[in-house]
């Protein structure tokens, strides 16, 4: 049984950065397609990040070069290292691994297998 657990959230000011992370359980091998997703209120869920198991990256035009994701396979924890931060950030984010490849390529999906419970970040101005 897959688990994902997310810490990390919290409130902080625009410019403050938070490092999110996602402790995985139970993986039987190496998911190919890990992501992060956010949702505020109101608007639906929207990729954020994701990372595929060959190392390679991709970003939503809005976080690009603000946010990055990382993994340490030894933890089997996922990363999101967010700089810069904007009020308009602020939303509930969720890590999700799958082990399909389509997931991630050629582009982020949404439906993926594993979901973390959800952590709020919060960002005032």
């Known amino acids: 049984q897959v688990q994902l657990v997310e810490s990390g959230g919290g409130s902080v000011q625009a410019g403050g950065s938070l490092r999110l992370s996602c402790a995985a359980f139970?993986?039987?091998?190496?998911?190919?397609?890990m992501g992060w997703f956010r949702q505020a209120l109101g608007k639906e869920r929207e990729g954020v990040a994701a990372?595929?198991?060959?190392?390679?990256?991709s970003y939503a035009d809005s976080v690009k070069d603000r946010f990055t994701i990382s993994r340490d396979s030894a933890k089997n924890t996922l990363y999101l290292q967010m700089n810069n931060l904007k009020p308009e950030d602020t939303a509930i984010y969720y890590c999700?691994?799958?082990?399909?490849?389509?997931?991630?390529?050629?582009?982020?999906?949404?439906?993926?297998?594993?979901w973390g419970q959800g952590t709020q970040v919060t960002v005032s101005s």
């Open positions: 999700a691994a799958d082990f399909r490849r389509e997931l991630c390529d050629p582009k982020l999906r949404a439906d993926f297998l594993y």
């Open positions: 139970g993986y039987p091998y190496q998911p190919y397609c």
């Open positions: 990372l595929v198991s060959d190392g390679s990256t």
